[in-house]
């Protein structure tokens, strides 16, 4: 079993749902990650947090704002989402964040479907 | 544009086989070069990984070659089975960390 939580599993929300995916650590990681995952697709990064700070925003469209409770806790908040947006989306921890040795722990994903 | 060039995209090996996946990068500050394994349905977990200064590491069936001059390196599965089919997604970091993914290669190992 994977040392990063994820959950949901599965969602499926409508365009104008607000729903919220979450993910934990109790690794005493500092750096985590947002990741999405298109179907045979390698990963591709949304956001990093470091030190519960965010730090790395890829650009991505405001209908998703992540937050960072604390250092063992990362939300996705989900609003106003469109269909192309469905996907596997994937959390990780590592040690730190700009440390190129320090691999990535990823959770096993929330499979999102946008209706 | 990718950072990381991977090949093949899939693969199909017998069990008992070697699967060989290679991959290819231009940024030469690039010093970390993990491999991934993903099974359906679940995350990538970490396989292996090398950094530029050795030129091979095992561990176990999985080894990774890397040639430094040549910007290239890959995975050598030996004595490939049915539990190892999977997606294997290539990557490197740059000392600021951040992780650059090879497309990934499907194996699927037959009995």
């Known amino acids: 079993d994977t040392e990063v939580t994820q959950t949901p599993k599965h969602l499926v929300m409508g365009m104008t749902n607000k729903k919220s995916l979450k993910c934990e650590q109790h690794m005493g990681h500092r750096a985590m990650y947002w990741y999405k995952q298109k179907a045979k697709k390698p990963p591709e990064l949304m956001f990093v947090?470091?030190?519960?700070?965010?730090?790395i925003n890829e650009s991505v469209p405001s209908r998703f704002s992540p937050e960072c409770p604390n250092s063992s806790l990362l939300n996705l908040h989900l609003h106003a989402l469109q269909p192309e947006d469905s996907a596997l989306y994937l959390c990780?921890?590592?040690?730190?964040?700009?440390?190129?040795?320090?691999?990535?722990?990823f959770g096993n994903g929330t499979r999102l479907t946008v209706t | 544009q990718q950072q990381v060039k991977q090949s093949p995209q899939s693969l199909i090996v017998q069990k008992g086989g070697i699967s060989i996946i290679n991959c290819a990068y231009e940024n030469t500050a690039f010093d970390y070069f993990p491999w991934y394994q993903q099974f359906p349905g679940k995350g990538p977990a970490l396989l292996i990984a090398?950094?530029?200064?050795?030129s091979e590491k095992k561990e176990g069936r999985f080894t990774i070659s890397f040639n430094k001059s040549a910007k290239q390196f890959s995975l050598h599965i030996m004595d490939s089975q049915p539990g190892d089919s999977a997606t294997y997604f290539c990557a490197a970091t740059d000392s600021w960390g951040k992780l650059q993914f090879g497309a990934g290669t499907q194996v699927v190992v037959t009995p």
């Open positions: 990780a921890s590592s040690q730190e964040e700009s440390s190129g040795d320090s691999p990535l722990h």
């Open positions: 090398i950094r530029p200064d050795v």
């Open positions: 947090y470091s030190y519960e700070k965010l730090s």
